[in-house]
């Protein structure tokens, strides 16, 4: 048989003499020039045993249990929240009720701030992007009729992590529940913050120092809960390429393995519950390859650089979600093509879990119907399409393997590179994240705006402007919100909420473990601000460096 490059040289070349290839852009999203075809050739020196492995096995190239969807399909967890407790709460059993899963909370913009609905800092936000959350009576009412037992729930928080996570686990001891049977995770992800989606309260030493209490905390006493979902997806929608978004998250998942175990904690005791989190954008090869070199290195990592034993360890369990940076206002509906090739693309990467982007979400949050089409569309993917009956059916393809064989090796370049500037911590302090991102999201714009990369509807095949119904937040809620903070605080016992807040400063100031003192703020019913505002007195504020 000819060599690839005999049959480049005697057939495709005089052929694309008389019939040139196409003028266009074929780089994938992180600036990679694919060839026209792939062939063993193009292996180099991957090993099948080595590099790719059985699914279930060390490096967990094809997916982390052996029987992957076989045995139990992914988590459907559409991430939904809007408005008031009891707005959300409905939304919730509505979304149980069509199928989802697994529930998924976005919190509105102060509460991700950690500030109280009635703050001056939150007039005209609260309950806009997400549900308002300031006190356990919130998380009482966001929860209600949902058996934390027997649902896991997800809930994107980062700068309060450790106080809403302490409200959700006080509400389940308050109804009785079994704390080592409740499931769930919370993003708690603060590097990723300082890199890219800005949502920061402490300077990086506090901040991260608070993430690492999770991990002492919770494999003790919430064991089936993941505290952390290290996530690329905000690196990304902040203009990262696809290497970059898993260089710069892994590099963030091992500062706090590396933090952690500064801490004397075991890796074979927390590492098991740490997990991830991907933006799924459109370019289908590069985002299953991108999955798949994330297990691989992880493991690697994992096992040979940290010393971890446990093979639970050395898993990277994902969820994913579709690209919202890559849906356009113009044409809408077209955005429900993209997000099924994404979503079949996290599939076929072996994601754990999904969240599949409303077409509207350039315009508002989600109507029903739009958020219900999303569901739907992982759905049909799940029971229509066959994908799920076989285990990383993509194994073998020579172009797959060789991508994610790139993919490895320019995120490790990165990773190499991050740790000889010193580290995380250190690229964050530098600017060097920001920077790298920056570039990649002029190179992308550039490529838009000269047409050197299609994005349909938006450069190429516009039209006029199409309606879709769109959900507006009733401004009410905010009313609503006053009121409950007002009685709550009226209500509660003064003194155990005194003592609750001076334990938790007590624990900031000598460095214990935060946790204890936040179930405590929690089951004596202080408020988000108030906690974030004792610690702010002891860690201070941080205040990002300009950069030119
Ligand atoms: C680990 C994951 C990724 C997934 O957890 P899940 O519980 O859903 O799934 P799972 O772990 O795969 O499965 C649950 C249990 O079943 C077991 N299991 C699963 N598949 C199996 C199989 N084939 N054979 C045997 N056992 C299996 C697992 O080991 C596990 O048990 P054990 O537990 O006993 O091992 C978790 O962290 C998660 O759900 N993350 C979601 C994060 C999220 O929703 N984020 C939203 C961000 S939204 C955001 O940031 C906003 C972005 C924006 O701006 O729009």
């Not at 079994?178 to 590097?191: A, P, S, V, Y």
């Not at 992308?444 to 000269?450: A, I, W």
């Not at 990369?453 to 507006?472: K, S, Y």
Request: aromatic share 10%.
């Amino acid at each position: 048989m000819k060599t690839k490059n005999e049959w480049m040289q005697s057939v495709y070349l005089p052929a694309a003499q008389k019939f040139p290839e196409r003028k266009y852009n074929f780089k994938n999203l992180s600036d990679m020039d694919p060839e026209p075809i792939y062939t063993a050739d193009d292996l180099g020196d991957w090993d099948e045993e080595r590099d790719l492995g059985y699914p279930g096995e060390f490096p967990y190239t094809r997916g982390v249990q052996p029987s992957v969807y076989r045995g139990k399909l992914w988590t459907m967890r559409m991430f939904a929240g809007f408005g008031s407790a009891e707005q959300t709460n409905e939304r919730f059993h509505a979304l149980l009720k069509a199928g989802q899963t697994g529930l998924s909370t976005a919190f509105d913009l102060p509460t991700l701030m950690g500030y109280d609905s009635d703050h001056p800092f939150s007039k005209g936000e609260v309950g806009k992007c997400g549900v308002a959350v300031s006190s356990l009576a919130d998380m009482e009412i966001l929860f209600r009729g949902i058996d934390p037992e027997q649902v896991t729930t997800s809930m994107t928080i980062n700068s309060p992590a450790n106080a809403i996570w302490a409200m959700y686990i006080a509400n389940a001891q308050k109804q009785g529940k079994d704390l080592t049977k409740i499931g769930g995770t919370i993003q708690n992800d603060i590097l990723k913050e300082y890199i890219a989606q800005k949502e920061f309260i402490f300077p990086p030493a506090p901040g991260v120092k608070l993430v690492i209490d999770t991990f002492e905390w919770g494999p003790r006493v919430v064991p089936k809960f993941n505290f952390i979902s290290v996530s690329g997806y905000h690196i990304r929608e902040a203009g990262a390429t696809g290497v970059q978004e898993l260089a710069f998250t892994l590099a963030d998942g091992f500062h706090y393995v590396e933090k952690a175990l500064e801490r004397g904690l075991d890796i074979d005791e927390f590492a098991p519950r740490i997990s991830f989190f991907w933006d799924i954008h459109n370019d289908f090869f590069e985002e299953i390859a991108k999955l798949r070199a994330a297990r691989r290195i992880w493991a690697r990592q994992m096992r040979d650089r940290y010393g971890a034993k446990n093979p639970k360890s050395w898993m990277l369990r994902t969820h994913s979600q579709t690209a919202g940076v890559s849906l356009p206002a113009q044409q809408p509906l077209n955005n429900i093509a993209r997000v099924a090739i994404q979503a079949l693309a996290a599939v076929l990467g072996g994601t754990q879990s999904l969240h599949t982007d409303a077409y509207d979400e350039a315009l508002a949050l989600p109507t029903e119907e739009a958020a219900t089409i999303a569901l739907r569309t992982q759905q049909i993917i799940a029971y229509e399409t066959g994908v799920a009956g076989v285990v990383d059916p993509l194994a073998g393809s020579y172009y797959v393997e060789r991508l994610t064989n790139d993919i490895e090796a320019a995120a490790m370049g990165y990773i190499e590179q991050i740790r000889a500037l010193g580290g995380v911590e250190a690229g964050i302090d530098s600017g060097f994240f920001q920077l790298e991102m920056a570039e990649a999201a002029y190179r992308y714009q550039r490529e838009v705006e000269t047409k050197d990369r299609i994005v349909v509807g938006v450069n190429d095949f516009v039209q006029d402007a199409v309606e879709v119904p769109i959900q507006l937040i009733d401004p009410e809620v905010e009313r609503v919100q006053e009121a409950r903070l007002a009685q709550v605080r009226r209500e509660r016992d003064p003194e155990r909420a005194e003592a609750a807040l001076d334990a938790l400063r007590d624990a900031a100031v000598t460095g214990a473990n935060t946790m204890p003192a936040f179930l405590e703020c929690a089951h004596a019913y202080t408020t988000l601000g108030e906690q974030m505002d004792t610690l702010k007195r002891v860690y201070g504020e941080y205040v990002e460096p300009v950069l030119v």
